[in-house]
């Protein structure tokens, strides 16, 4: 006859150990980490593009205007609210919106005219620091340097 045992073996309980589950927790934070640092880096890029092409569009609407008054724009202004013509017709906006467009960081594109080096016109961006000089993202972006 068997006897009957005073103290039976543990059974595991199936779980994780306290190790385990912060092993896991770091390993998703560091993927986490570099997941966002290459989401932000590609969303500044983007908004670098942005801007290329909103300059463009910018030098376009100008191009029009001389067109129309056979001189440049005296102010920015003057796009998106054209004085009237000789003949008294008064166009619409130059621009696609009735407001003067803002860069992607929310700041106002500078104009001058005449612009630098010679050019007849120039219209900047001060980038996402809204500051003159910088680079990368803060850096500066002029009208005639974007392709």
């Known amino acids: 006859m068997s006897r009957p045992r005073l103290f039976a073996p543990a059974r ?8 385990e589950v912060m092993v896991v927790v770091v390993i998703l934070g560091v993927l986490a980490t570099i997941t966002v640092t290459a989401l932000a880096s590609r969303a500044a890029k983007a908004k670098v593009e942005i801007c ?3 300059l463009k569009g910018v ?4 191009e029009l205007y001389k067109l129309d008054y056979g001189k440049y724009p005296d102010k920015m202004e003057d796009l998106s609210n054209p004085p009237a013509k000789k003949n008294g017709e008064k166009p619409d906006s130059y ?18 005219k005449p612009g630098a080096g010679g050019k007849p016109f120039e ?25």
């Not at 030098?59 to 100008?62: G, H, M, S, Y």
């Open 12 to 19: 595991s309980a199936g779980g994780f150990t306290l190790l």
């Open 52 to 54: 290329k092409t909103k």
């Open 59 to 62: 030098e376009e609407a100008i």
């Open 95 to 112: 621009l696609r919106g009735a407001e003067t467009p803002t860069d992607p960081w929310g700041n106002d594109f500078k104009y001058a």
């Open 123 to 147: 219209v900047r961006s001060l980038g996402a620091d809204g500051n003159e000089g910088g680079s990368g993202e803060d850096g500066d972006l002029v009208n005639w340097d974007v392709k």
